[in-house]
C-alpha cells in the first residue's frame, strides 16, 4: 500500500496545495474546496512519507543534524569547515543528517561520505536551489517540510547550524522552540561562525529578552564556535551527557 502511495504523482508545490485556503464565491456565498478524496488520498501520503522515513532511518544510530545555506561556494571558509566537521563527525561513529543539497549541505555530506558512519540527506522537493548532492549513503525525497523537519529532530542528538538564510532560521527556531517548551531534551544547539551569529544574539538578548519576550536564559541555549575542531569537542559533550558512546580517536573505521 505504502509503495503504491509513493508512486502516485505529486508536484513540487505539494506543501502549497496542502496549505492552499478555501476560496469564497462571491455570487452565492460558496465555499470552493478541493474534492474530500483527495484530501484522504493527501493524508495517506503523508503517512506513507512518515513510515518511509521512520523504516529507512530507525538503525541509524547517534546522529547530528547539520544545517546551513544552499548557496554557500566550495571557496568559502564555511563550506571547508563543514566539510572538516562531517569527517570528524563520522570518524567518530556518529551518522550526519543534512538537508541533502549543495552549499553546506553538500559539504557536511561530503566530509562524512565513506568515513566510517551513514552519510544521510533529507531531500525536499523545491522550484529552485535544491538538488541531491552526490555524498549520501541514505537519501530520502520529502515532499513536505514538516515530515522532513520531523527526520531532523528525531534521530538527532545534537544540532550545528552554519550561516544561512531563511531555511536555516526556520529550523534553527524550529529547535530553539521545542527545547525552550520542554518537548525535546536539552540538545545542544552549536553556531559555527562568530561573525554571523554573534550579530544574531546580541540582538536577541537586547531586543527580545530586553523586552521580555524571551527569558534571560534562553539565549544561553546556543553555544558560538569557528571552527570544526571547537564544534566537535560541544558534540562530543552533548555524546556524553546523552550516553551515546563514539568511537575512540584514532581508532579505524570498520
Same mark, same amino acid.
Given at each position: 500500500?505504502? $509503495? +503504491?502511495?509513493?508512486?502516485?504523482?505529486?508536484?513540487?508545490?505539494?506543501? &502549497?496545495?496542502?496549505?492552499?485556503?478555501?476560496?469564497?464565491?462571491?455570487?452565492?456565498?460558496?465555499?470552493? $474546496?478541493?474534492?474530500?478524496?483527495?484530501?484522504?488520498?493527501?493524508?495517506?501520503?503523508?503517512?506513507?512519507?512518515?513510515?518511509?522515513? =521512520?523504516?529507512?532511518?530507525?538503525?541509524?544510530?547517534? /546522529?547530528? %543534524?547539520?544545517?546551513?545555506?544552499?548557496? @554557500? &561556494?566550495?571557496?568559502?571558509?564555511?563550506?571547508?569547515? /563543514?566539510?572538516?566537521?562531517?569527517?570528524?563527525?563520522?570518524?567518530?561513529?556518529?551518522?550526519?543528517? @543534512?538537508?541533502?543539497?549543495?552549499?553546506?549541505?553538500?559539504?557536511?555530506?561530503?566530509? /562524512?561520505?565513506?568515513?566510517?558512519?551513514? #552519510?544521510?540527506?533529507?531531500?525536499?522537493?523545491?522550484? =529552485?536551489?535544491?538538488?541531491?548532492?552526490?555524498?549520501?549513503?541514505?537519501?530520502?525525497?520529502?515532499?513536505?517540510?514538516?515530515?522532513? &523537519?520531523?527526520?531532523?529532530?528525531?534521530? #538527532?542528538? /545534537?544540532?550545528?547550524?552554519?550561516?544561512?538564510?531563511?531555511?536555516?532560521?526556520?529550523?534553527? =527556531?524550529?529547535?530553539?522552540?521545542? +527545547?525552550?517548551?520542554?518537548?525535546?531534551?536539552?540538545?545542544?544547539?552549536?553556531?559555527?561562525? %562568530?561573525?554571523?551569529?554573534?550579530?544574531?544574539?546580541?540582538?536577541?538578548?537586547? =531586543?527580545?529578552?530586553? #523586552?521580555?519576550?524571551?527569558?534571560?536564559?534562553?539565549?544561553?541555549?546556543?553555544?558560538?564556535?569557528?571552527?570544526?575542531?571547537?564544534?566537535?569537542?560541544?558534540?562530543?559533550?552533548?555524546?556524553?551527557? #546523552?550516553?551515546?558512546?563514539?568511537?575512540?580517536?584514532?581508532?579505524?573505521?570498520?
Amino acid at each position: 500500500m505504502k $509503495r +503504491v502511495i509513493n508512486t502516485l504523482r505529486v508536484p513540487f508545490h505539494a506543501d &502549497k496545495d496542502l496549505l492552499k485556503r478555501e476560496h469564497h464565491n462571491g455570487l452565492n456565498h460558496e465555499h470552493i $474546496r478541493p474534492p474530500m478524496i483527495n484530501e484522504s488520498w493527501r493524508v495517506l501520503r503523508i503517512q506513507a512519507e512518515i513510515v518511509d522515513g =521512520f523504516e529507512n532511518l530507525r538503525d541509524l544510530g547517534p /546522529a547530528v %543534524s547539520v544545517f546551513g545555506s544552499a548557496r @554557500t &561556494k566550495p571557496d568559502r571558509i564555511e563550506y571547508k569547515t /563543514a566539510e572538516a566537521l562531517g569527517k570528524k563527525l563520522a570518524q567518530a561513529g556518529l551518522a550526519v543528517i @543534512t538537508g541533502g543539497g549543495p552549499g553546506i549541505m553538500e559539504a557536511v555530506n561530503k566530509g /562524512a561520505y565513506k568515513h566510517g558512519a551513514p #552519510s544521510v540527506g533529507l531531500n525536499i522537493e523545491l522550484p =529552485f536551489e535544491q538538488h541531491p548532492n552526490p555524498y549520501q549513503d541514505i537519501n530520502l525525497e520529502n515532499r513536505y517540510f514538516f515530515v522532513r &523537519k520531523l527526520n531532523f529532530v528525531k534521530y #538527532s542528538f /545534537a544540532f550545528v547550524y552554519f550561516p544561512g538564510g531563511f531555511g536555516t532560521y526556520d529550523e534553527l =527556531f524550529e529547535v530553539a522552540t521545542l +527545547v525552550q517548551t520542554g518537548k525535546i531534551e536539552r540538545f545542544p544547539l552549536i553556531l559555527v561562525g %562568530s561573525h554571523f551569529w554573534n550579530p544574531f544574539l546580541d540582538w536577541m538578548r537586547t =531586543f527580545m529578552g530586553g #523586552s521580555g519576550y524571551v527569558d534571560a536564559t534562553d539565549p544561553d541555549l546556543f553555544r558560538v564556535v569557528d571552527t570544526a575542531e571547537e564544534a566537535m569537542k560541544l558534540v562530543r559533550q552533548a555524546a556524553a551527557n #546523552s550516553g551515546v558512546k563514539l568511537r575512540a580517536k584514532g581508532k579505524p573505521a570498520k
